[in-house]
């Protein structure tokens, strides 16, 4: 059964800092990653996807890498804003129509 | 583009009611999903649909029923809510019918069962 863990669970910087996400899969077979944001009390949104064959995508100051033989994914934001405060959700698709989601890492910014 | 909403944002029911979870997209996506996420089981799916008239199982599916008789509807029915269903439901989109692309997320439905 695939799991995925995210470690920390809690994660407070300065503003400024670049910091690293960590998310890691027990199963390589998977169709791809996705990184998500959910601010509290709100939906998740989609930030970056990066396919099986892929090893890393960029949008903005967030760049996602995968390694698939580690079991591993890490979610780089740099130059970190205030802003960037809110939950992030790494999740697999390990075969279609199932995504298992991490229980996420709280991500404090602070002024 | 409205993308993924759902209403009704917040509702209490109480043991044995039932009631229906909304969710509509506009994006002419074939793939719908419900999820559920409660504190300490992170996300789970509930039902998925890959287009209007074809529905299936998740991992949590006892409880609820789906029906997709169009493909910009997906609604989720509780025909007899309980207490363990208390949770924050969410649904979800993303195009073609194999559901590993991008996924859109609805804002949520905070639900508690009395």
């Known amino acids: 059964k695939q799991e995925v863990t995210q470690i920390p669970a809690a994660l407070s910087v300065p503003e400024g800092e670049n910091l690293v996400l960590n998310c890691s899969f027990t199963d390589s077979a998977i169709y791809n990653l996705q990184w998500f944001r959910q601010d509290p009390g709100k939906g998740l949104t989609s930030l970056l996807l990066i396919q099986s064959s892929q090893r890393e995508q960029t949008s903005g100051r967030l760049n996602a890498s995968l390694d698939k033989s580690s079991g591993r994914s890490t979610l780089y934001i740099a130059a970190s804003q205030p802003g960037d405060s809110a939950t992030y959700l790494c999740?697999?698709?390990?075969?279609?129509?199932?995504?298992?989601f991490g229980q996420g890492t709280r991500l404090t910014i602070n002024p | 583009n409205a993308g993924v909403t759902q209403t009704p944002k917040f509702q209490v029911l109480k043991t044995g009611q039932s009631m229906t979870l909304q969710c509509a997209q506009d994006?002419?996506?074939?793939?719908m999903s419900w999820y559920r996420q409660d504190p300490g089981m992170g996300l789970r799916l509930i039902h998925y649909?890959?287009?209007?008239?074809?529905?299936d199982q998740g991992e949590v599916p006892n409880g609820y029923n789906v029906s997709r008789s169009t493909t910009e509807d997906f609604p989720l029915r509780l025909l007899s809510a309980a207490p363990s269903q208390t949770s924050v439901y969410f649904c979800?989109?993303?195009?073609?019918?194999?559901?590993?692309?991008?996924?859109?997320f609805g804002p949520g439905t905070r639900l508690t069962v009395l």
């Open positions: 979800a989109s993303s195009w073609g019918q194999a559901g590993f692309n991008e996924q859109f």
């Open positions: 994006m002419n996506h074939e793939y």
């Open positions: 649909s890959v287009g209007a008239g074809i529905t």
């Open positions: 999740a697999v698709h390990v075969r279609a129509q199932k995504l298992v």
